[in-house]
């Protein structure tokens, strides 16, 4: 399985970025899809998650801010950033489990920076 994460780039406070994650398998086959993020000397937090059921989990400092919705029929899940702050800066990632198999897969980062 290959997760693909794109739309990074750099941006302004206040801006709006969309990234996506294109997988190379049904996004049904996994319980969960998720974006996490990093920033230079700090740990890898989760910022957002979706379930196979459309339950969606967010992160306290980007509630109301991103959203993650999902194409299914593209196989591809998003990460739809409004209100862009500098805090926002760092790398993301996409991620999905499959719980049944026991293995999880991670998509390559991609950089988000948003300039004050």
């Known amino acids: 399985v290959q997760l693909q994460a794109f739309g990074g780039g750099l941006v302004q406070t206040g801006g709006s970025l969309r990234l996506s994650c294109a997988s190379s398998?049904?996004?049904?086959?996994?319980?969960?899809m998720d974006w996490f993020r990093q920033a230079p000397g700090k740990q890898r937090e989760l910022v957002a998650t979706?379930?196979?059921?459309?339950?969606?989990n967010y992160a306290d400092s980007v509630k109301g801010r991103f959203t993650i919705p999902r194409d299914n029929a593209k196989n591809t899940v998003y990460l739809q950033m409004n209100s862009l702050k500098p805090e926002d800066t760092a790398v993301y990632y996409c991620?999905?489990?499959?719980?049944?198999?026991?293995?999880?897969?991670w998509g390559q980062g991609t950089q988000v920076t948003v300039s004050s």
């Open positions: 398998r049904s996004i049904f086959s996994f319980n969960a």
């Open positions: 979706i379930t196979i059921r459309d339950n969606t």
């Open positions: 991620h999905s489990t499959n719980i049944f198999a026991g293995v999880d897969y």
